[in-house]
């Protein structure tokens, strides 16, 4: 397991927030920073499509597990 920051990936790649937890997420679109938020990109959870949650580039996450 590799622990990188988020804007590393490319739109579609998938990843996890922590080493031991069950949720898998999808990288979505970058959303750029305006009068409604700062700069994030839209992630998807792999098992439930209608959750998703808005994370800073900076974010660090895990990549290159079995699931």
């Known amino acids: 397991?590799?622990?990188?920051q988020l804007r590393t990936l490319k739109e579609g790649?998938?990843?996890k927030r922590k080493v031991d937890t069950e949720n898998v997420?999808?990288?979505e679109h970058y959303n750029r920073k305006d009068d409604f938020g700062p700069a994030s990109f839209c992630c998807s959870n792999?098992?439930?499509q209608?959750?998703?949650?808005?994370?800073k580039p900076s974010t660090?996450?895990?990549i290159d597990f079995d699931f």
């Open 25 to 27: 997420f999808i990288r």
């Open 60 to 62: 660090m996450v895990f």
């Open 46 to 48: 792999w098992y439930d």
């Open 13 to 15: 790649d998938i990843f």
């Open 1 to 4: 397991m590799q622990h990188v």
């Open 50 to 55: 209608g959750r998703c949650i808005q994370l």
